[in-house]
């Protein structure tokens, strides 16, 4: 990149995108602290400074710098050379909650509701903000607010929520069909001329060229709400295309044709074939197209299970409606050796709705069932624009405390885990480090990080914990003054196969409580983009590896060149202009992100009490486990059955 390309993209202008906490960086990585201060009294608790605001914070959110320091030196085993004496704060809870994502808090919800509202609870979580990865993106632009996922978005599942996840919801005051009715517009878009569009890069395609009008997909009920009779056909989409006439024709023939290419066989039967082969051997060697055809469909499959179409079975994929399969004479249902995803897919899946910010206003609704004063408002509705005062989660008289910036490091039952009645839960905060203790603990974070909280586990159980790899995704929320470019181009969504963001949309239409999203092109807005990095060809676990270490190594202003110069790529034609047009940036960084789902080309087919999953959620004494890692998926339904499952496993033993 020269300079003068880094000036058009505007690389030098002063966007919101800070890295740090009201100006101070909230690194708290022992290994960063000097051994003096780590047993010096230590100021008030960040989340208690005038201003604390963590959904209005921009630049790199997500793992946050400071969210992730202390957990990478417990895994390397530098942590503890650098502390000194610990904190002891004396306080006793009936419960210790570690992880403040949605399983967490709805670990505390379920707590109480078994052992009573006087019930003393604490959670710890060690990123600035509660919600876990239903984090809310929080901007002002334009005079109006503007919200958007951080991480988890919808209320939606392979499976119909069980009735504990849906009484949850119904208590919480979200009917989400009744919602998904009244405040989802799906034709504000599509009203004004607006669809979709496929962006060919030069790397990848030989050129830079948008295409406007993608065809309808069975699989984007968005698009194929308003797209289906606007785009006659495959053929003339693809005819303007940069693809070769043989690629177009092959595409073509897998979007549209009506092929059985399994004649002769009975549909269980071709389900098993399809079950065992990657839906890019699928297109290559059972449809038989030029391989020519690989880059367009690749990443396809990357926001449903952040791997490409080579680490994905074809039968998973026509589960999620992708094409070729249409004349295959497949039976609706699910089949054997299907993942969580596609196997409840193919069975119908529940309802969908999101809220602007996704399921943050699921976790801001939980904590406001837990520290009412903390969370103005009474209604599902009136949570979306409330200002939580994160000055009130963690008071000392409150029976449930919330306590951020706070990285548990250590959980241990007070004597031998068979006959222990306490845990004592040690954690780091800021350049100090404490211990409390509680009757029981629910582990609510990441699997993984477990065999480093709890040594003393059994060996079986931590290898069963470190099995289950979680999927890195990045999530990005940009900003900008006027979305004209959109109007005059047509579109509303990019799909943009070679680039660094393959996906790239116009923030979803929710209009609920007080909350309006922009109507007009001349209004401000947020653009959605999103990124599975991995390495095609590894086995699906490995590959999530890689990302993971690519997010962990990509600093804001790589992420910042890469939006930059793809918006300008796509958009410069309807007069965008990068350096002018974008006011704000949020990337979203999940190096951690996905709850691993089995991939049934790679895993075995366990029997399932010989899962890795229920291996590793074992009861520890008086230590449960909980996240949706304990369920090996990725879904708010799971997390909050396995909060459930964790909390009456403490209570009933
Ligand atoms: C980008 C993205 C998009 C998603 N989209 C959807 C969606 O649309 N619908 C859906 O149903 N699901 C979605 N998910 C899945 C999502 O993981 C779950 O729905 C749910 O939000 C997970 O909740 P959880 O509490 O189990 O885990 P998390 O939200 O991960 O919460 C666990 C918390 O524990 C904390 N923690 C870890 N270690 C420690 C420690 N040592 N000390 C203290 N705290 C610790 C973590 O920082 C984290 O905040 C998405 C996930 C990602 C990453």
Not at 125 to 151: I, M, P, Q
Request: net charge negative.
């Amino acid at each position: 990149m020269t300079d003068s390309y880094d000036h058009y993209l505007g690389m030098n202008r002063a966007i919101t995108r800070r890295d740090f906490l009201n100006g101070t960086a909230i690194a708290i990585g022992a290994t960063l602290v000097p051994r003096s201060l780590m047993t010096s009294t230590g100021p008030e608790e960040p989340q208690n400074r005038p201003g604390y605001d963590p959904p209005v914070e921009t630049g790199l959110r997500g793992s946050h710098p400071g969210s992730f320091e202390i957990g990478h030196s417990l895994r390397d085993g530098t942590f503890w050379e650098n502390v000194g004496k610990l904190n002891d704060t004396g306080e006793m809870y009936d419960l210790v909650v570690v992880g403040g994502g949605i399983s967490g808090l709805a670990a505390a919800h379920f707590f109480r509701e078994r052992a009573g509202a006087s019930a003393r609870v604490l959670i710890l979580e060690n990123h600035d903000d509660f919600g876990g990865h239903a984090k809310r993106n929080e901007f002002h632009l334009g005079g109006r607010l503007h919200l958007l996922n951080g991480g988890t978005l919808l209320i939606d599942s392979p499976t119909p929520y069980s009735p504990v996840a849906d009484g949850l919801l119904k208590k919480l005051g979200i009917d989400p069909p009744q919602f998904d009715a009244k405040f989802t517009d799906r034709k504000l878009y599509h009203s004004l001329g607006l669809g979709s569009a496929v962006f060919f890069d030069k790397e990848t395609f030989g050129e830079d060229r948008l295409v406007v009008g993608t065809p309808g997909r069975s699989w984007d009920e968005e698009e194929s709400a308003g797209q289906k009779q606007r785009h006659s056909s495959w053929i003339e989409f693809l005819a303007k295309t940069p693809l070769s006439p043989r690629v177009q024709q092959d595409i073509a023939r897998i979007e549209e044709a009506k092929s059985d290419y399994m004649p002769g066989m009975r549909s269980a039967d071709k389900k098993s074939l399809l079950s065992k082969m990657s839906y890019r051997d699928f297109l290559l060697n059972v449809v038989k197209a030029d391989p020519g055809v690989v880059p367009f469909y690749q990443r396809r499959t990357e926001g449903e299970w952040g791997v490409g179409i080579d680490a994905e079975p074809a039968l998973d994929c026509w589960a999620l409606g992708f094409p070729g399969f249409q004349g295959m004479g497949l039976e609706r249902g699910s089949a054997p050796h299907m993942s969580y995803s596609a196997a409840g897919y193919a069975n119908g899946g529940s309802y969908r709705f999101h809220f602007p910010d996704g399921n943050a206003s699921i976790a801001r609704l939980l904590v406001r069932s837990l520290v009412p004063e903390a969370v103005p408002g009474h209604t599902a509705e009136d949570v979306v624009t409330a200002q939580v005062d994160y000055a009130r989660l963690d008071r000392e008289a409150a029976p449930v405390r919330i306590r951020l910036n706070s990285a548990v490091v250590r959980v241990k039952n007070v004597g031998q885990p068979a006959s222990a009645k306490e845990a004592e839960i040690t954690y780091a905060s800021e350049t100090q480090v404490f211990t409390v203790r509680a009757k029981g603990c629910v582990l609510a974070c990441w699997n993984m990080v477990v065999p480093f909280l709890c040594p003393d586990l059994p060996e079986q159980q931590k290898q069963a914990l470190h099995y289950l790899v979680k999927v890195p995704l990045v999530y990005t929320s940009v900003g900008i003054r006027n979305w004209i470019a959109f109007q005059k181009l047509g579109i509303s969504r990019v799909s943009a196969p070679g680039s660094y963001w393959p996906d790239l949309s116009l923030n979803a239409v929710v209009n609920i409580g007080e909350y309006r999203s922009p109507t007009s092109p001349e209004e401000s807005i947020l653009i959605h983009l999103s990124r599975a990095p991995g390495k095609p060809g590894l086995p699906a676990r490995e590959q999530h590896k890689f990302g993971r270490y690519e997010l962990l190594t990509t600093t804001f202003e790589d992420f910042e060149r890469t939006i930059r110069d793809q918006l300008a790529r796509t958009l410069s034609a309807g007069g965008f202009d990068p350096a002018r047009d974008i006011e704000a940036i949020t990337v979203n960084r999940w190096p951690h992100g996905y709850g691993y789902e089995y991939n049934p080309l790679f895993d075995p087919d366990w029997p399932e009490e010989q899962r890795p999953n229920v291996i590793g959620r074992r009861r520890f004494g008086r230590i449960t486990i909980a996240n949706t890692d304990s369920a090996a998926t990725a879904y708010t339904d799971a997390a909050i059955d396995q909060a459930h499952r964790a909390v009456s496993e403490l209570l009933e033993s």
